[in-house]
């Protein structure tokens, strides 16, 4: 069985940094893709940054620059570095991960990012 569990959420005021952190427990073929999804109310559900086993990193548009995501495959763990947060960073982000092929089938329970003066 899978499982994901994210911490570090909170409130920042713009500018401001954050770390979040993804642990995982199950078998690693699991952890294949993982990365962080993020959903704010009345938005879209968006894919943050995602990170494959071997390192290779793909972030949206709209955070490049800011955010930062790694993982340690040896103790299955994940984090995004959230840096120059802005109010619209404001979401509920949530760790994922896949097995080969198969997207991202796993999710955590999610972590509340609140970006506000």
């Known amino acids: 069985q899978v499982q994901l569990v994210e911490s570090g959420g909170g409130l920042v005021q713009p500018g401001g940094s954050l770390r979040l952190s993804c642990a995982a427990a199950g078998s690693i073929e699991s952890f294949y893709a993982m990365g962080w999804y993020r959903q704010a109310p009345g938005k879209q559900r968006e894919l943050v940054a995602a990170v494959t086993r071997d390192g290779s990193t793909n972030y949206a548009d709209s955070v490049k620059g800011r955010f930062t995501i790694s993982r340690d495959n040896a103790k299955k763990t994940m984090t995004l570095q959230m840096n120059s947060l802005k109010p619209d960073d404001t979401a509920v982000y949530y760790c994922?991960?896949?097995?080969?092929?198969?997207?991202?089938?796993?999710w955590g329970q999610g972590t509340q990012v609140t970006v506000s003066s």
């Open positions: 994922v991960s896949g097995r080969p092929g198969k997207g991202y089938e796993y």
